[in-house]
């Protein structure tokens, strides 16, 4: 453990000098941007349905769709690119594979970064969820935001997305630290995500990846039992991930 203790403290240094935490921040700060713009000009469901509703279970479910269906993908593509391309764009995979900590740990130290992440990507949604339905408060106390704040059911969502979405994570995990270009690893994402709404409605596609978290959860939301998709993403994940490692580190040093 002490290895593996030692690669991360390196990760995160390396992490310091990269855009992978602002993406983070700035992903999500930019949906609910987008969100509080239309939802400004167009009141849409926040004000079409009843009163009665929780306004911030609305909000929350309206940003968290558009997030996990389309965004988490790209997000997960681009996260781990840059985690590959910290080595890859300063060839300094051969130094690192020189250093006196076993392979194994250097590519699990960046396989544990990547899962955090993407999930400081979705706390930090929650929190801006929380600002944006502030400021839309304020510009139309009509939508009343009104207490409690469904805590409970927002980390739901985003375990649910997390676990459902661990397989996307592992295999993009292993193109970013693989593909030597960040615009192979990044296209490789943007097709599959694309791929992943044109199948949709496909009974196969429950199989393919990059829908599996959308679909677990729809399924959430219908009352459907959700839990296949849960240990799809997570032993799926588990797997290519030790698989991923495996093949990696025993590779020539380039």
């Known amino acids: 453990m002490n290895d593996l203790a030692h690669a991360l403290s390196a990760e995160t240094i390396k992490?310091?000098?990269?855009?992978?935490?602002?993406?983070?921040?700035?992903?999500?700060?930019?949906?609910?941007?987008l969100e509080v713009a239309a939802v400004t000009q167009s009141?849409?469901?926040?004000?079409?349905?009843?009163?009665?509703?929780n306004r911030w279970s609305l909000l929350f479910e309206d940003l968290f769709n558009i997030w996990v269906i389309l965004i988490f993908p790209l997000?997960?593509?681009?996260?781990?690119?840059?985690?590959?391309?910290?080595?890859?764009?300063?060839?300094?995979?051969?130094?690192?594979?020189?250093?006196?900590i076993p392979r194994w740990?250097?590519?699990?130290?960046?396989?544990?970064?990547?899962?955090?992440?993407?999930?400081?990507?979705?706390?930090a949604l929650i929190g801006l969820t929380l600002i944006g339905g502030t400021i839309l408060d304020i510009l139309m106390p009509e939508l009343a935001f009104?207490?409690?704040?469904?805590w409970k059911e927002m980390f739901i969502q985003i375990g649910i997305a997390l676990l459902a979405g661990g397989i996307i994570l592992a295999i993009h995990t292993w193109i970013g630290l693989q593909a030597r270009s960040f615009v192979v690893a990044s296209a490789i994402g943007i097709g599959m995500t694309i791929a992943g709404l044109v199948l949709l409605s496909l009974e196969?596609?429950?199989?393919?990846?990059?829908?599996?978290?959308?679909?677990?959860?729809?399924?959430?939301?219908d009352g459907m039992d959700f839990s296949v998709y849960l240990v799809m993403g997570v032993v799926g994940g588990l797997a290519i991930s030790l698989v991923g490692n495996w093949y990696i580190g025993s590779q020539e040093i380039r």
């Not at 992490?15 to 941007?33: G, Q």
């Not at 990547?114 to 990507?121: I, P, Q, R, S, T």
């Open 43 to 53: 009141q849409g469901r926040l004000s079409s349905l009843s009163p009665d509703l």
């Open 15 to 33: 992490m310091k000098r990269t855009l992978a935490l602002w993406l983070a921040l700035l992903t999500p700060a930019a949906l609910v941007f």
């Open 146 to 150: 009104a207490l409690p704040i469904p």
């Open 75 to 100: 997000f997960i593509t681009l996260e781990t690119a840059l985690l590959g391309q910290v080595e890859h764009a300063n060839h300094t995979w051969k130094l690192v594979h020189t250093q006196p």
């Open 204 to 221: 196969w596609t429950e199989f393919f990846p990059w829908a599996i978290p959308g679909i677990a959860l729809n399924h959430y939301y």
């Open 105 to 123: 740990a250097t590519l699990a130290a960046k396989q544990i970064w990547g899962l955090g992440l993407v999930a400081l990507g979705m706390l």
